[in-house]
């Protein structure tokens, strides 16, 4: 490796000398009053809140800036030493990151197709991360993930900051004294307005300042087929995942954590992109049920105005997101913030006041100083099962046909909150003049999971939709298969 720098060896290996390494090319051992040093990878808009929540923790130093977009760099320079008196090395291609020996940890918020790459790239430098949700853009790239963690012993922390909030990890401590009973049901919902993205007749000028070969990445070289390169994406599949896995993985994730629920053994997508016309190809009307055997969770998504023109989005018990657990002796209600348990009859017993998970960036820094990676609140391994839950719900839509509404509500009536879910779902659509009690739905029927070998061993086109657990990628952007 020292004959090499880490670029050429990655281009060289194309997925298989790789193999041949046994440890990262190095890795300084940190002390507890050692600065940690830091990149952040894709600044545009949530890497460059992490970053200044980061150089926030105390011996944390920002050394370095990614982003494919000058303009972006510029900026966020700009802010930097505003907020810090330093300036940071700028560089447009992260592996020039992975390149240095002086960075010891990188933040990760690009576009959710280039997360995998990046955090394994990291680990095979020798460097600690922490990467936002989704974890990755398909179950192969999750895999992947944790395999290069594990094997290059580096702390990766996901992104999925509601499990550090103080009152939810209250509620987890009360739940724990065994008042509350049998856990029943789980219901969330993540309910938000997000505008159609408009429809182009050709491809879109490329910003002079942004290098598009970077920013596609592993995804093909082709022309930009949407109004808007930044953002915008996320309601693409070639790079993101939809509002199930934008801020819906939240939501799931939580949700699991608290229930004590691993990867689902069935899942259920009804749902499809509805009332927008646009250059988007997600789901903004998703209703998942995932089954455990034992217990169901119910997850829904939407992403359209509660009425026409309105500027709020659909809610359930008040609120436009959330998770509900249902107990014997009442439900819990809350998410990011905390929440509260009300019993039978309605009445508050207990709140649990939350700050929206404020020290889980700390909490990375901490595990990066003990190397504990078991002292992570949601480490990699976490981040990837609740991300495999968006996609295998992405995937279902995908294969879904459209089944008559009576067929779909039969086929909910076992599952509690189900029917009344689908429900709430043709009362909102008929808002907008569709009867989907006449139209129908997409449904995917149930598909049969095994998480372990990431695929799917029955269902409506599980064979179809076993070929979407992974990604095709574009030399020399490769997920290898060994990491």
């Known amino acids: 490796m020292n004959e090499l720098t880490r670029r050429r060896f990655l281009q060289a290996s194309a997925g298989v000398a790789a193999t041949a390494m046994a440890a990262p090319a190095w890795s300084r051992v940190l002390g507890s009053n050692d600065k940690i040093r830091v990149a952040a990878v894709g600044i545009r808009s949530r890497g460059g809140h992490l970053w200044d929540w980061a150089r926030k923790v105390p011996n944390v130093e920002i050394a370095a800036l990614c982003d494919v977009d000058e303009r972006v760099l510029a900026q966020q320079q700009k802010k930097l030493v505003e907020r810090t008196g330093s300036e940071a090395v700028l560089e447009q291609d992260m592996r020039r990151i992975f390149d240095r020996q002086d960075i010891d940890a990188v933040l ?6 280039w997360h995998a790459l990046a955090t394994i790239w990291a680990c095979q430098a020798g460097m600690d991360v922490y990467c936002e949700k989704p974890v990755s853009h398909s179950p192969f790239e999750g895999r992947q993930m944790v395999a290069a963690a594990r094997k290059y012993e580096r702390i990766v922390q996901s992104g999925l900051q509601n499990r550090s909030d103080t009152g939810l990890r209250r509620f987890m401590d009360w739940q724990a004294d065994g008042h509350l009973g049998k856990l ?36 093909e070289h082709g022309p930009l087929m949407r109004k808007n390169l930044h953002y915008d994406w996320h309601w693409q599949s070639p790079f993101g995942n939809g509002e199930l896995a934008n801020n819906g993985v939240h939501i799931i994730d939580e949700s699991r954590w608290m229930a004590g629920l691993g990867a689902p053994k069935r899942v259920m997508h009804i749902g499809e992109r509805l009332v927008w016309n646009d250059d988007s190809d997600t789901p903004n009307v998703c209703l998942l049920v995932f089954d455990y055997g034992h217990i169901r969770m119910v997850a829904e998504t939407r992403s359209l105005p509660e009425t026409p023109g309105a500027k709020g989005a659909w809610k359930r018990n008040g609120r436009e997101m959330g998770s509900c657990l249902y107990y014997d002796q009442g439900v819990f209600i809350g998410s990011r913030g905390g929440g509260a348990f009300y019993d ?66 039969d086929l909910l009536a076992d599952t509690q909150g189900g029917v009344a879910s689908l429900e709430s779902i043709r009362a909102h659509m008929a808002g907008y003049g569709m009867d989907i009690e006449s139209r129908g739905i997409a449904c995917s029927g149930w598909m049969e999971l095994d998480d372990e070998r990431k695929w799917f061993v029955s269902g409506h086109h599980a064979a179809t939709a076993n070929g979407l657990m992974r990604d095709q990628y574009r030399e020399p952007f490769v997920v290898p298969e060994q990491v």
């Not at 990760?108 to 197709?113: C, E, F, I, L, R």
């Not at 938000?192 to 429809?199: E, K």
């Not at 009859?345 to 078991?374: C, L």
Request: charged fraction near 25%.
């Open 108 to 113: 990760v918020a690009t576009p959710n197709h």
């Open 184 to 219: 029943n049901h789980v219901h969330t919902a993540w309910f938000r307005r997000r505008d159609p993205i408009g429809r182009v007749t050709g491809p879109t000028a490329i910003p002079s300042e942004v290098d598009y070969n970077l920013f596609c990445g592993p995804r």
């Open 344 to 409: 039978p009859a309605g009445e508050k017993v207990e709140d649990f006041k939350g700050d929206s998970g404020g020290g889980h960036m700390k909490n990375f820094f901490d595990a990066i100083q003990s190397r504990d990676r078991s002292s992570l609140i949601t480490e990699i391994d976490e981040g990837r099962i609740s991300t495999d839950m968006c996609h295998y719900g992405n995937i279902a839509a995908y294969v879904s046909p459209r089944m008559a509404y009576a067929e779909v509500r």
